[in-house]
């Protein structure tokens, strides 16, 4: 794979080469794939929207603190998902110009925790080698293997316990340490890790001596909500093939309309996966195209999981014969 394949400017991640991408002719994917300003900035306003409503019911809820929590999970629900979004900034395609790309990028990731900068070149890699044990940096933590394993993992518990380090790590200059991320990248992860985490603790100080209800407009929202964000990720490729083929190793998940617009139409994983050219608002449009040809596709979350679960029994009994 040359270097430029790999480059994570490149709308394709250098994934142009794996199996079953010559699924759509050529043709479709141009068209697919044109890129505009508009539906990124509604859709943000959108997700904006949520929170900021949200966040009235709660403050209208104060302090009868059992009218607060259904608000809470709402307003935890969009933070967390502004995962979506900001993945969509890491491949460029959820704006046709590349500064609100970088700027709404960075905001999406603050507010759900992941750092912009340095998930681009982790991202690159989880295209290229998906499922791939040896490459893929989704699988340096492994995937839960048991139903115990599983019940800790939607917990939100390891993602929590691992932001701070991650955070520490990359803030004091050992982007070095992971293998996907070039030399000529680390400066920047260096200062966008510290700047994220000054906003981080700025945010904990006011809330530890000055103002403590603040905790409750956006660290305990998205601790409360952050298992659904568990169980939408895990069924992205969790009891999927560990083969290249976009097909068979990627699942896509069938749902109702809040949860695809506020993760960014990215159930629609498969499609994304083989095409990360094609901007959000068109992989309902890529999936009409291929949802025949799929391997794994759930008609909703609570079934993708349920099969994830099932796979553990099943992988338990094949092991004991």
Known sequence: MSESAMNPESLDMGT???E????????VIRTLSKRADFPAYLQFFIHFSVIAGSGLLIWLAMP?????????????????????????CVHRTAFNSRLPNE?????AGLLSFYNFTYYRYYHTWHHRYTQDPEKDPELMTPKPATFFQYLV?????????????????????????????????????????IAQLAVYLTVFA???????????????????????????????????????NGLTNTRTTLTNTPIKLLMWNMPFHTEHHLYPSIP?????????ELKE???????????ANKEIVEGFSTHKTEASQ
């Open 16 to 18: 142009a080469q794996l």
């Open 20 to 27: 079953a991408r010559n699924v759509l002719d050529i043709s």
């Open 64 to 88: 009868q603190w059992y009218l607060m929590i259904p608000p809470m999970l709402v307003m935890g629900f969009a933070y967390v998902t502004m995962f979506a979004p900001m993945h969509e």
């Open 103 to 107: 700027i709404f990028g960075w905001i």
């Open 153 to 193: 993992e939607l917990t939100g518990i390891p993602f929590w316990f691992y932001r701070p380090v991650m955070f520490l790590k990359l803030a004091s200059g050992k982007a070095s340490d992971y293998p996907f991320v070039p030399e000529k990248a680390r400066r920047n992860i260096t200062l966008s890790a």
């Open 206 to 244: 006011i809330g530890i001596f000055v103002w403590p209800p603040i905790f409750f407009f956006w660290f305990v929202p998205a601790i409360l909500a952050q298992p659904f964000l568990r169980a939408i990720l895990l069924a992205e490729h969790t009891g999927c093939s560990n083969e290249e």
């Open 280 to 288: 959000f608002y068109r992989l309902p449009a890529a999936h009409q």
């Open 293 to 303: 040809k799929l391997a794994h596709l759930a008609p909703s979350y609570i079934a």
